[in-house]
């Protein structure tokens, strides 16, 4: 017997997000309008996650993975197509203006007239195929003065064939990619540049070229054409991203969130498209590292990832740290740059209502790590606030993110506790 599924949503948020009734009671379309919004809030955030290249500046030969079967994560899936999607249609539109091909050496047999050639296995092959010869006057062979001609002579013949293993794992991988597309992902086909790849890839398996090429039966793994040739090599990377037998967790986790319509871990990804989206502005590009080694704290499974600006910022995601007294802190981020070290918690709550609790969390983070600041990232509209140590009045308003980089960049003091807001963006292509 199935477990009864149910939706808790606090009574605060379903009055924010419209979800009850002037008298806060639940509206009769109450669920799908949460999922609408979710999927719209969740599609927002592929958008950009994609938009931020976090697979592409992950390196290859950091994974520690052995090719594998197919990745079951859907998340992971979906926005490697998206990162991937001109890489994968120039590919395949390189592929398709000129492809990969051998020539074939076979026998045949000619009448006398088309021989192009004659050799030692030619005339062979004519005296050891007797009844092959006809009596004439004209015969280029004599037996017992009479004339013979063959009525067919062997000639070795060369024509060019697509039909190579290289096409073959093209092909193969391609097809993979529509079965995801048409199974896995189909409910995410609204998305336009997911059409787009799935259109390109239907075109290119019924062109003259893959609708003639074989199976795959022998995997080309060293092969010079696939690890060299353009638009090979580039498919041959995204398969092998594709076969990662190792998803960072953070993949799984919107996987999870996904499933489960789970709001709040949704928040702390926005929350990280945000951030980088801002510090690249003033602390120009980041490359990513990704710590495999998996970390637990109780029931909780998380990996550290690190995303290092040019100009010197580190931004930390999920990172664990040991205060003085030995207990573990794992703040959703912290930041280092020069001197400075703060936090950055994302807090799926409304400050007015959690004012309390989120400063005595911020409090919590700010002692236990000796930082210059911890600041709660909200959800709202409402502008945020800043209280400096060492003078409970000295609290100012209209705080918000620009302010604090703004700080960091200009190396003013930055020393204490506050909170700004975001609101969703829920629209998918709302920023283009």
Same mark, same amino acid.
């Given at each position: 017997?199935?477990?009864?599924?149910?939706?808790?949503?606090?009574?605060?948020? &379903? /009055?924010?997000?419209? +979800?009850?009734?002037?008298?806060?009671?639940?509206?009769?379309?109450?669920?799908?309008?949460?999922?609408?919004?979710?999927?719209?809030?969740?599609?927002?955030i592929?958008?950009?996650?994609?938009?931020?290249?976090?697979? @592409?500046?992950?390196?290859?030969?950091?994974?520690?993975?052995?090719?594998?079967?197919?990745?079951?994560?859907?998340?992971?899936?979906?926005?490697?197509?998206?990162?991937?999607?001109?890489e994968?249609?120039? $590919? +395949?539109?390189?592929?398709?203006?000129?492809?990969? !091909?051998?020539?074939?050496?076979?026998?045949?047999?000619?009448?006398?007239?088309?021989? $192009?050639?004659?050799?030692?296995?030619?005339?062979?092959?004519?005296?050891?195929?007797?009844?092959?010869?006809?009596?004439?006057?004209?015969?280029?062979?004599?037996?017992?003065?009479?004339?013979?001609?063959?009525?067919?002579?062997?000639?070795?013949?060369?024509?060019?064939?697509?039909?190579?293993?290289?096409? /073959?794992?093209?092909?193969?991988?391609?097809?993979e990619?529509?079965?995801i597309? $048409?199974?896995?992902?189909?409910?995410?086909?609204?998305?336009?540049?997911?059409?787009?790849?799935?259109e390109?890839?239907?075109? &290119?398996?019924?062109?003259?070229?893959?609708?003639?090429?074989?199976?795959?039966?022998?995997?080309?793994s060293?092969?010079?054409?696939?690890?060299?040739? +353009?638009?090979y !090599?580039?498919?041959?990377?995204?398969?092998?991203?594709?076969?990662? $037998?190792?998803?960072?967790?953070?993949?799984?986790?919107?996987d999870?969130?996904?499933?489960?319509?789970?709001?709040?871990?949704?928040?702390?990804?926005?929350?990280?498209?945000?951030?980088?989206?801002?510090?690249?502005?003033?602390?120009?590009? @980041?490359?990513?590292?990704?710590?495999?080694?998996?970390?637990? *704290?109780?029931?909780?499974?998380?990996?550290?990832?690190?995303?290092?600006?040019?100009?010197?910022?580190?931004?930390?995601?999920?990172?664990?740290?040991?205060?003085?007294?030995?207990?573990?802190? /794992?703040?959703?981020?912290?930041?280092?740059?020069t001197? *400075?070290?703060?936090?950055?918690?994302?807090?799926?709550?409304?400050?007015?209502?959690?004012?309390?609790?989120?400063?005595?969390?911020?409090? @919590?983070?700010?002692?236990?790590?000796?930082?210059?600041?911890a600041?709660?990232?909200?959800?709202?509209?409402?502008?945020?606030?800043?209280?400096?140590?060492?003078?409970?009045?000295?609290?100012?308003?209209?705080?918000?993110?620009?302010?604090?980089?703004?700080?960091?960049?200009?190396?003013?003091?930055?020393?204490?506790?506050?909170?700004?807001?975001?609101?969703?963006?829920?629209?998918?292509?709302?920023?283009?």
């Amino acid at each position: 017997m199935d477990t009864p599924k149910y939706l808790v949503i606090p009574k605060k948020l &379903a /009055r924010h997000f419209g +979800l009850v009734d002037e008298e806060g009671k639940p509206l009769s379309n109450f669920y799908q309008i949460y999922i609408d919004k979710f999927e719209k809030f969740l599609s927002y955030i592929l958008e950009n996650l994609s938009k931020e290249h976090i697979i @592409y500046t992950i390196s290859l030969s950091n994974f520690p993975v052995e090719e594998s079967k197919l990745s079951d994560t859907k998340i992971f899936k979906l926005l490697l197509l998206l990162e991937k999607k001109n890489e994968l249609i120039n $590919s +395949l539109q390189l592929i398709l203006s000129n492809p990969h !091909r051998k020539l074939l050496e076979y026998k045949t047999y000619k009448s006398l007239e088309e021989v $192009s050639y004659i050799d030692s296995e030619v005339i062979i092959d004519i005296c050891q195929r007797p009844e092959g010869l006809y009596q004439t006057e004209n015969g280029i062979l004599e037996y017992n003065n009479q004339g013979y001609s063959p009525i067919s002579v062997l000639q070795y013949e060369m024509d060019e064939t697509y039909d190579t293993l290289e096409n /073959r794992f093209v092909k193969h991988f391609l097809k993979e990619l529509e079965n995801i597309l $048409s199974e896995d992902l189909k409910e995410f086909l609204f998305i336009p540049e997911l059409q787009a790849i799935k259109e390109n890839i239907e075109y &290119a398996l019924q062109s003259d070229i893959f609708s003639d090429v074989g199976s795959l039966n022998i995997f080309p793994s060293n092969s010079q054409v696939l690890i060299k040739r +353009l638009g090979y !090599r580039e498919i041959f990377q995204i398969y092998r991203l594709f076969h990662l $037998s190792y998803v960072p967790r953070l993949f799984k986790d919107l996987d999870m969130a996904f499933s489960l319509k789970d709001m709040a871990t949704l928040w702390e990804y926005y929350v990280l498209i945000e951030l980088l989206r801002e510090l690249k502005k003033e602390f120009g590009e @980041y490359t990513v590292e990704v710590d495999f080694q998996l970390r637990k *704290k109780g029931k909780t499974e998380y990996e550290e990832a690190k995303f290092k600006f040019k100009d010197g910022l580190t931004l930390y995601f999920q990172k664990s740290e040991k205060a003085y007294s030995k207990i573990e802190f /794992r703040p959703d981020f912290l930041i280092y740059f020069t001197d *400075k070290k703060l936090v950055f918690d994302a807090k799926f709550r409304i400050f007015e209502n959690n004012k309390k609790d989120i400063f005595q969390n911020m409090h @919590y983070y700010k002692d236990g790590l000796q930082l210059d600041a911890a600041i709660a990232v909200c959800l709202g509209n409402a502008m945020g606030e800043f209280c400096y140590e060492g003078d409970n009045s000295n609290c100012i308003e209209n705080f918000n993110l620009s302010k604090v980089l703004g700080s960091l960049k200009n190396r003013r003091s930055l020393k204490g506790i506050g909170y700004f807001t975001m609101a969703i963006k829920e629209s998918y292509n709302e920023t283009k």
